[in-house]
């Protein structure tokens, strides 16, 4: 592995501990601060609109300039921004710190993916895309619940503190590890041209649509767990570190396969997934059965990331593309907003907790059906592409036979 995958590696862990750990800080953060737990709740919120927000604007900003120099400059938001959060007197700056945190998140895993493409051959560029998440999907295994005893015995503070280290960490890494030639520069006018391109907005729908199933489930894991399956509260930690292996076992295994399979993996994932929903939704009551469906749908559902995030950036078909590859993490945070907010309308309308494992199949569907058309229309483009080319050969080999005949 080159060490600079590592370096965004480390990156992605830190990024996912600080989006992540808030949640289980919730009353931590609301005793010291002196507000209710729901609305230190809103922070879960701000950080998604910081996402959203950041991804695309962060990203065109620094277009003009290496991938290695605009991380860095990310990674310097993203300290700032926990060591604020550590650091903040009041509610409200607490908010505006988060905010700033989250602005480097979706730009980072952008111009990331477009950097690990280039430490790597071609045929390899999944694979690198997949060991730089692969630190987003350990936040979850090891430093969220590491942060939140951390947070629960000594200070939330001390935790937002240590993330913000493993900024500085990241940037000396970046720094001493990853090529200065790593991606290319680019330049906003060739970076938005792709966004003329509808291969580019089916993969950007099908993050959307198809990732909503996720988290139309995942956001109410824990009742689904506990109301549903009859499990212990005290399991609930096991099962979502399980559930956490499963994700970092899916993306490691997506990297790879997608390098082989491309978006042939998509569609099989998403409709592997709507099976998995499907008979999860008629199984859950049984605890074991519960548990087992639920680690095989992170490991189906993360195997997915890499390729659709390698995907997005060959359909732009631009030098860089750190823009669309930006603008697919939004898409991805959009498909948690989409999902946990279908996911409360169901449980509203009194379906019970099985209502949004039947929706998240829908949408897994859907995704499926996105993925396919994105599949095809990729295969068309490769095939005008190639047209072209032989086409190019065969004038310059015409012209060059006549150049030879004529001087002969």
């Known amino acids: ?31 010291d601060l002196g507000v209710s737990v729901s609305a230190v709740g809103l922070l879960i919120s701000a950080y998604a609109i910081g996402v959203v927000l950041g991804a695309p604007t962060l990203t ?17 938001v993203f300290v700032a921004g926990n060591a604020l959060s550590a650091v903040a ?56 619940p590491l942060g939140t005893l951390v947070a629960q015995q000594l200070s939330w503070r001390l935790v937002l503190g240590g993330i913000a280290v493993i900024g500085l960490v990241t940037i000396a890494g970046l720094l001493a590890w990853l090529p200065a030639g790593a991606g290319e520069r680019s330049d906003l006018r060739s970076e938005l041209a792709a966004f003329r391109r509808r291969q580019v907005w089916l993969v950007l729908g099908l993050t959307m649509v198809g990732f909503a ?15 549903l399956a009859g499990l212990p509260e005290a399991w609930v930690t096991p099962v ?4 956490g292996v499963g994700t970092t076992v899916g993306t490691l295994a997506g990297g790879r396969l997608g390098d082989r399979f491309g978006f042939s993996l998509v569609v099989a994932g998403l409709l592997v997934t709507a099976v998995l929903l499907v008979v999860f939704a008629l199984v859950a009551r049984v605890p074991a059965a519960a548990v087992v469906l639920l680690v095989l749908f992170g490991l189906v559902a993360f195997a997915m990331g890499p390729v659709v995030q ?37 449980l509203s309308r009194g379906l019970g907790y099985t209502a949004p494992m039947w929706v998240g199949a829908g949408l897994a569907l859907a995704g499926a059906a996105l993925a396919l058309v994105a599949r095809r229309a990729g295969r068309r483009e490769d095939a005008v592409v190639d047209t072209d080319v032989r086409r190019w050969r065969d004038t310059v080999s015409r012209e060059l036979d006549a150049t030879t005949r004529d001087a002969a």
């Open 1 to 31: 592995m080159p060490r600079g995958l590592l370096a965004l590696a480390i990156g992605a862990f830190g990024i996912g501990t600080t989006e992540f750990v808030v949640m289980g800080m919730l009353p931590e953060i609301a005793a």
């Open 89 to 144: 007197p009041t509610y409200e700056t607490l908010v505006a710190a988060r905010v700033l945190t989250a602005l480097a998140h979706g730009s980072f895993f952008g111009v990331g993916a477009v950097a690990a493409r280039r430490l790597v051959a071609p045929e390899r560029a999944t694979r690198a895309i997949s060991l730089m998440m692969v630190g987003l999907t350990l936040a979850n295994v090891a430093g969220v």
């Open 240 to 243: 979502l570190a399980l559930f």
């Open 310 to 346: 390698n995907g997005v950036i060959e359909a732009a078909r631009v030098p860089g593309g750190s823009l669309v590859s930006a603008a697919n993490q939004a898409a991805f945070n959009l498909a948690n907003a989409i999902g946990a907010a279908l996911g409360a309308l169901v």
């Open 213 to 227: 199933a996720l988290f139309c489930v995942y956001s109410y894991v824990s009742p689904i767990l506990t109301d």
């Open 60 to 76: 065109a900003l620094g277009v003009r300039f290496s991938p290695r120099q605009t991380l860095v400059a990310l990674m310097l």
